[in-house]
């Protein structure tokens, strides 16, 4: 999937034609840093940020009561008369389960490091074995899981590896574009160490927050509580941690957006227009003015994948950030070259393999103490190894929606950028659209000649 082998260079002619037609709109991107001063000034969202604080406040003290209550001790604060009808009568100690999480949290950070460390010289590689892998290793899982007697998971799993191989082979011919796109967003970061320093102290972070999570989890798999009350906890744990996750990531994109923006708008971090300290002014602007635009927007974190990085260049609010980033796609066109690209895909196929990898290490220790929390231990462990592997995905992920968005709003800062880059992207950019043109005619000729046939119907009745 070489960009070489996959794409023709368009001819000189052509680049200067969609140079000259984009000149016009290269004037809003000059004064871009004097916009990020005049509209970030004051906070967005605060009413989301409090709405996070107290969340996380107030379920890191109910992590330490459901930890403490089964640690060393069975219902050492005797909370099980609470809880009287719904005993299993089955209970157990959080010190029995929390080494289990604790190996999740290494394996999940290994593979992050592993992927982080790797980003320069074979990420490549592994975004192309993740695509590939994921559906043996879903097969491979389910029929672990019918191996378990764990009948309903299997069947769940090897639909979800149906699903996979399907999806990757009706978007195979769309593959080499977005390789070569995700190629282009790993040389913008791999030139940008400071924000892998970044990835890496917010997986520290997370790790943190995980260990107090995980202390809570623990508790709640080791209670005497029946599976349906257990499963009801840990599904409210998981979408807090998948919120938070969530949160950690956005932040990093925010920063790692900002950085591409400022090196892609001042030609190269080493320019002398480039503004002194530019990766603290951008964590200092993630984590205070931005943050509440960032904790709401992460609990729609899929309808913002490419909607987010608004937010961080021009300190708008979620909800504007979305309505322009989205009017700007459409209105340029490049809404269908990103509709084309499956960047976001493949990287969630990254995240996704590592979690189920975290999670099958951790499942497979339960399974050696206790067969019947094999599936809750090994769940949970999933979500917090896709946790820690987005924090290391969303760097790549940043670049490529700052690459999209600066594009569609100036052209010439991927040209000056990658000009033969910015040829392939307007190469595709072109045949995208003639081909929705040409859908568009089909459609229209169908319905025409739909209508006259029913109309000759009519006249002849």
């Given at each position: 999937m070489n960009d070489s082998q996959s794409f023709s260079s368009t001819s000189d002619s052509a680049s200067i034609t969609t140079v000259d037609q984009t000149v016009g709109r290269s004037r809003r991107s000059i004064d871009a840093s004097q916009t990020i001063t005049t509209e970030s000034r004051h906070w967005r969202d605060v009413f989301w940020l409090g709405i996070f604080i107290m969340h996380l406040v107030g379920l890191g003290f109910v992590l330490a009561i459901l930890g403490i209550n089964r640690f060393k001790k069975s219902d050492r604060l005797n909370i099980d008369r609470y809880t009287q009808r719904i005993l299993e009568n089955k209970p157990g100690l959080t010190e029995t389960y929390w080494p289990m999480y604790a190996v999740a949290g290494g394996v999940g950070t290994v593979l992050g490091w592993i992927w982080l460390l790797s980003l320069g010289s074979h990420a490549n590689q592994m975004m192309k074995f993740s695509v590939h892998i994921l559906t043996t290793y879903l097969a491979v899982i389910s029929v672990l899981c019918f191996w378990c007697d764990q009948v309903f998971w299997g069947v769940a799993f090897a639909i979800a590896a149906a699903i996979q191989f399907l999806y990757v082979i009706s978007v195979i011919d769309r593959l080499p574009f977005t390789m070569l796109v995700l190629q282009k967003a790993v040389k913008m970061v791999w030139g940008l160490p400071e924000v892998m320093r970044v990835a890496y102290a917010f997986m520290g972070v997370m790790l943190l927050w995980m260990g107090i999570w995980s202390f809570g989890a623990a508790g709640v798999v080791a209670s005497s509580m029946g599976d349906g009350g257990r499963w009801w906890l840990l599904v409210v744990l998981s979408v807090s941690l998948f919120w938070t996750g969530a949160v950690l990531c956005n932040t990093v994109h925010v920063i790692v957006s900002g950085m591409v923006f400022l090196v892609l708008i001042h030609d190269g971090r080493e320019s002398g227009s480039m503004p002194p300290d530019p990766l603290m002014k951008s964590l200092r602007y993630a984590v205070t003015r931005s943050l509440g635009s960032i904790c709401y927007g992460s609990l729609f974190t899929a309808a913002i994948r490419t909607l987010r990085w608004g937010i961080a260049v021009y300190g708008k609010g979620f909800n504007r950030s979305a309505r322009d980033a989205w009017e700007l796609f459409q209105s340029t066109g490049v809404e269908s070259l990103v509709a084309y690209d499956c960047s976001g895909a493949v990287l969630l196929m990254g995240t996704l393999l590592g979690g189920l990898i975290t999670g099958?290490?951790?499942?497979?220790?339960?399974?050696?103490?206790?067969?019947?929390?094999?599936?809750?231990?090994?769940?949970?462990?999933?979500?917090?190894?896709?946790?820690?592997?987005?924090?290391?995905?969303?760097?790549?992920?940043?670049?490529?929606?700052?690459?999209?968005?600066?594009?569609?709003?100036?052209?010439?800062?991927?040209?000056?950028?990658?000009?033969?880059?910015?040829?392939?992207?307007?190469?595709?950019?072109?045949?995208?659209?003639?081909?929705?043109?040409?859908?568009?005619?089909?459609?229209?000729?169908?319905?025409?000649?739909?209508?006259h046939a029913h109309t000759q119907v009519t006249l002849s009745v």
């Open positions: 099958t290490c951790s499942g497979i220790w339960a399974y050696t103490k206790s067969k019947d929390r094999v599936i809750m231990v090994g769940s949970t462990s999933m979500l917090m190894g896709m946790a820690l592997m987005g924090l290391a995905m969303v760097v790549v992920e940043s670049a490529v929606t700052s690459i999209y968005i600066c594009y569609a709003e100036d052209p010439l800062l991927i040209y000056r950028w990658d000009a033969e880059f910015f040829n392939q992207m307007s190469e595709t950019l072109h045949q995208r659209l003639q081909y929705r043109s040409a859908r568009a005619r089909e459609v229209l000729t169908h319905n025409h000649l739909s209508g």
